[in-house]
């Protein structure tokens, strides 16, 4: 321990050198992982929210919610069987204001369940998102292929479909504005994957979202990126380590002609790494929850405590890693051999 701080106290620039690019390196990816699970809220709020559970879909639908239409019967079936289970649908399209301007919404539809709003007949509740953009409760939205109107009853936190503001209305509407009599989807609450149903294919949470196409290639890129920086982060403190090791070969061979165990020497490397390491992320988690508090309005960001101490904990191994790899030289140094090519 006091042979890794006298060195760091001695070569503080070069210390410096790779805390200031874990820092950078672990800050971008704090930053674009906060961004993941922003845009990942907001574009399937509306599902991630729901309990963990099974999705029910037509098997004819080949994983695409949008063509799956459920027959009657059988959901009838299974939502007298499942106690807590809804058939539920979701569709894009627009509202009309009152001002006549178009809106983009995700509109939803399911049973009677307390899983979803449930809203009667020319009634809709909509995403909180759409009452800062100037509409309020009570006011009068129209759509093109409704015959009637709706009335605003109220807004909820956080209902978002592929990027769109969800809005709740009643089965009787939705089969006006799209000419269908079946539900796409059934949600069971808790149900597990050895539930099979004729007809109709299962899905996990997890499972199901990747059937949305927008949610599945945005995550993908998103994460592709922040296990990208995560390598570069292990091979960062591999290359440093090696250099300083390559540097530092007739000072191993002396410490280790006096005595000093190859696992004092390892245990010293590891001592620098977790040092680096702590003071980098400690600094970066500060900045990227400052980043947070200051994002532009709108940018969609969330970076949660769970998501910060899952990376912390994957730095810390990818640099042990990397720091442990470039170490393995220190184990066949030979201390006569280390000296003799140290002083020359």
């Known amino acids: 321990m006091n042979i890794a701080w006298k060195e760091m106290r001695k070569n503080k620039g070069r ?82 204001d009152e001002a006549g301007k178009q809106q983009s919404v995700a509109f939803v539809t399911s049973t009677d369940s307390k899983l979803f709003k449930n809203v009667k007949h020319g009634e809709i509740i909509l995403d909180r998102s759409l009452e800062e953009k100037g509409i309020q409760v009570g006011d009068i939205l129209t759509n093109n292929q409704f015959s009637g109107k709706f009335i605003v009853k109220g807004f ?68 592709m990126i922040v296990w990208f920086l995560v390598v570069i982060s292990g091979m960062l403190f591999a290359i440093f380590f090696y250099m300083m090791n390559v540097q ?18 390892f245990k010293m490397m590891w001592t620098q790494m977790i040092v680096i390491t702590v003071i980098a992320l400690g600094i970066s988690i500060v900045l990227s929850q400052v980043f947070n508090m200051f994002a532009p309005e709108g940018m969609p960001f969330s970076l949660t405590a769970e998501t910060t101490v899952q990376l912390s904990i994957i730095f810390f191994i990818i640099g042990f890693i990397g720091a442990t790899v470039s170490g393995i030289q220190i184990k066949k140094i030979q201390p006569l051999q280390a000296i003799q090519q140290g002083e020359a």
Do not use: C
Request: hydrophobic share 40%.
């Open 15 to 96: 210390f410096v050198i790779l805390g200031s690019i874990v820092f950078l390196v672990s800050l971008l990816t704090f930053i674009i992982s906060g961004l993941a699970n922003g845009l990942s809220q907001d574009n399937a709020a509306l599902i991630k929210d729901l309990p963990d559970g099974q999705f029910y879909m037509n098997k004819d639908a080949d994983e695409t919610y949008n063509l799956s239409q459920i027959d009657s019967k059988t959901q009838n079936n299974i939502l007298n069987e499942q106690k807590d289970a809804a058939a539920f649908s979701i569709q894009m399209g627009f509202l009309n």
């Open 156 to 223: 909820v936190d956080q209902k978002k479909y592929s990027h769109a503001p969800a809005a709740y209305i009643s089965m009787e509407d939705y089969k006006e504005i799209y000419r269908v009599e079946e539900m796409q989807l059934i949600f069971i609450p808790g149900g597990d994957a050895s539930q099979q149903f004729t007809g109709l294919q299962g899905f996990s949470k997890k499972e199901f979202l990747n059937t949305i196409p927008s949610y599945n290639a945005e995550q993908m890129s998103l994460n």
């Open 248 to 265: 530092k070969i007739g000072l191993y061979g002396i410490l280790k002609a006096i005595g000093v165990k190859t696992s004092t020497l």
